[in-house]
């Protein structure tokens, strides 16, 4: 594959200021590389899950002022979209690479998942790694390590899931930018698809 890595260039083109500036940057620098791991992935994560999966590399066609704070690839079983599908992501912050399976607002399954999330809570809290993050926000950076939280931390989170339309649920891994910067093409391939597997039991759940 032609995916080189992540440098520092590529965190801080969301320093730049400006939309069209930003913009013009991300699809010099990261887009191409994204193209690369949607096309790297898709055809394991078909295998994987079990279903026939379609790449999908953020475009942020609609915004006319504010620049995107970050940006990814998304991997779903559709091919017109991902965001009404239970999917997996890879993208950047400024600040951390992350690797996610997600379920956001615009699933119109989410009440049903919720549901299953908390009958599964107690699998969920021995069998998540504990170095796993979780988020209800993907629009928002912060997230709640899984080494931190109880069953019944779980719970609020699958109860919220099934209550309130905007919410969401993510789980997945982060690598600090410099990390990730450090690390060879060949071994962020391997921590992500470490991962994508780690997470394809709540992928099957849905």
């Known amino acids: 594959m032609s995916f080189s890595g992540f440098t520092n260039e590529d965190f801080n ?32 994560l078909s295998s994987l899950t079990g279903d026939e999966m379609f790449y999908h590399v953020a475009k942020h066609a609609r ?21 009404m599908m239970p999917h997996f ?14 379920l956001i607002y615009e699933a119109p399954n989410k009440e049903e998942f919720g549901k299953v999330l908390e009958r599964n809570a107690e699998n969920l809290l021995s ?37 309130v339309k905007k919410a969401e649920i993510l789980c997945g891994y982060n690598i600090p930018r410099e990390t990730a910067v450090q ?12 991962v994508f597997k780690t997470l394809i039991p709540l992928y099957k759940l849905t």
């Open 183 to 194: 690390m060879s093409p060949q071994e962020l391939v391997d921590k992500i698809e470490s």
């Open 13 to 44: 083109v969301f320093t730049i200021e400006g939309l069209d500036d930003r913009m013009e940057a991300l699809k010099q620098h990261i887009r191409p590389k994204l193209e690369d791991l949607g096309k790297h992935f898709t055809p394991e």
């Open 127 to 163: 069998e998540t790694p504990k170095e796993f993050v979780w988020s209800t926000d993907h629009t928002k950076p912060d997230v709640v390590k899984h080494s931190g939280l109880s069953k019944p931390d779980l719970q609020t989170m699958f109860n919220r899931l099934q209550t």
């Open 89 to 102: 992501q890879i993208g950047l912050w400024e600040t951390h690479l992350f690797i996610w399976f997600a």
């Open 63 to 83: 915004r006319t002022k504010n620049p995107p704070k970050d940006t990814w690839v998304a991997y779903a079983a559709n091919p017109r979209g991902y965001k």
